[in-house]
T-cell receptor, first 110, second 115 residues
Framework: EDQVTQSPEALRLQEGESSSLNCSYTVSGLRGLFWYRQDPGKGPEFLFT???AGEEKEKERLKATLTKKESFLHITAPKPEDSATYLC???????????FGTGTRLKVLA | NAGVTQTPKFQVLKTGQSMTLQCAQD?????MYWYRQDPGMGLRLIYY???????DKGEVPNGYNVSRLNKREFSLRLESAAPSQTSVYFC??????????????FGPGTRLTVL
C-alpha cells in the first residue's frame, strides 16, 4: 500500500537554528514527490517537486533532497516567518493521485 | 491572476441540508481536484476531473457529487450533509493529470461545519 509518513509531527526551533524535516514513503514506482507549505487557515502553497533519487532543489532558506525511500526538507537559519505546517506528497506512476502525509508543524521562535 | 478561488469561505449546515461548494481557476489548467483535510489524516482526494467533461472518484467519494461546469469551474455538492462531513475542503488544479510531472495548486479552502 502506498504510504507517506512525516516526522517529527511538531518542531520548535530558535531563530537561526537549522534543522531537517523528514518524509518517508513507500510507493509502487515514484512519479514525483512534492513539498508544500501551509499557513493556518490557508491552502497548501507549492514549494518543490523532486523526481528522482539524488535530486536537490533550493529556495531561499529551504533545500529539499530525495533518496529512494525518503525526502528531507532542510531549513537553514530559519526565521519566525518560516513557521508553518510543511506537507509532503507522492504521486505514483500510472496514477493521478497524490498521497499526502499528515505534515510537520514548525514553529520558529524569535 | 487570482489562481484558484473557492466560495464560500465558511459554512454551517444542519444535518440533512444540501449545499454546493464552488471552485474556479484562471490558469487555463485542464485538471481539477477536490480534497478534504481532517486533523491527523492529511489531505484526502474526494473527486477529480482530468479534463473538461470527465470526472472520477477519489479515495473518499461517498456522500458527494461533482460537476465540471466548464474548463474553469469545478463544483462539489453535498446532497444530504452529515456531521462526518465536517471538514476543510480544498480545490486544486494542475496543468494536466496525464503530464509526466504535474504540480497541483490549491485554493484557500472552505471550512464546513455540519451540526
Amino acid at each position: 500500500e502506498d504510504q507517506v509518513t512525516q516526522s517529527p509531527e511538531a518542531l520548535r526551533l530558535q531563530e537561526g537554528e537549522s534543522s531537517s524535516l523528514n518524509c518517508s514513503y513507500t510507493v509502487s514506482g515514484l512519479r514525483g514527490l512534492f513539498w508544500y507549505r501551509q499557513d493556518p487557515g490557508k491552502g497548501p502553497e507549492f514549494l518543490f517537486t523532486l523526481y528522482s533519487a539524488g535530486e536537490e532543489k533550493e529556495k531561499e532558506r529551504l533545500k529539499a533532497t530525495l533518496t529512494k525511500k525518503e525526502s528531507f526538507l532542510h531549513i537553514t537559519a530559519p526565521k519566525p516567518e518560516d513557521s508553518a505546517t510543511y506537507l509532503c506528497a507522492v504521486q505514483a506512476r500510472g496514477t493521478y493521485k497524490y498521497i499526502f502525509g499528515t505534515g510537520t508543524r514548525l514553529k520558529v521562535l524569535a | 491572476n487570482a489562481g484558484v478561488t473557492q466560495t464560500p469561505k465558511f459554512q454551517v449546515l444542519k444535518t440533512g441540508q444540501s449545499m454546493t461548494l464552488q471552485c474556479a481557476q484562471d490558469m487555463n489548467h485542464n485538471s481539477m481536484y477536490w480534497y478534504r483535510q481532517d486533523p491527523g489524516m492529511g489531505l484526502r482526494l474526494i473527486y477529480y476531473s482530468a479534463s473538461e467533461g470527465t470526472t472520477d472518484k477519489g479515495e473518499v467519494p461517498n456522500g458527494y457529487n461533482v460537476s465540471r461546469l466548464n474548463k474553469r469551474e469545478f463544483s462539489l455538492r453535498l446532497e444530504s450533509a452529515a456531521p462526518s462531513q465536517t471538514s476543510v475542503y480544498f480545490c486544486a488544479s494542475s496543468e494536466s493529470a496525464r503530464v509526466e510531472y504535474n504540480e497541483q495548486f490549491f485554493g484557500p479552502g472552505t471550512r464546513l461545519t455540519v451540526l
